[in-house]
């Protein structure tokens, strides 16, 4: 018996509060990827006050680096994943 169901790449996207020396950011990273060789896994950008939610700021992000969005879920209230189903051809890395 084979297993239709779809596999996603997932992202974990999390608020990171400002400090003394930083403003309000948020964090992007693929788990999975961080073990992977050559392939960058994480990346932080400024918390965009004009979006004002962090779900909608990581898809943008990863719309704008070309991933194929799917969907998103929380984790727990600051913290959640969004799903994209870019693999194989379409492969694409965290800029």
């Known amino acids: 018996m084979q297993n239709s169901t779809p596999q996603f790449r997932v992202f974990k996207v999390k ?9 309000a950011r948020i964090g992007i990273s693929e788990p999975r990827a ?3 060789e050559g392939i960058k896994s994480r990346k932080v950008v400024s918390y965009d006050y ?10 943008k992000e ?11 879920g929380a984790i727990d209230e ?6 994209c189903d870019n693999w194989g051809e379409d492969f694409v890395e965290i800029k």
């Open 15 to 23: 608020f990171l509060g400002p400090t003394n020396h930083k403003g």
């Open 34 to 36: 961080k073990n992977l």
């Open 50 to 59: 004009a979006i004002g939610n962090i779900v909608s700021q990581g898809v």
């Open 62 to 72: 990863l719309e704008d680096m070309g991933f194929n969005v799917t969907g998103y």
């Open 78 to 83: 600051d913290s959640y994943i969004i799903m």
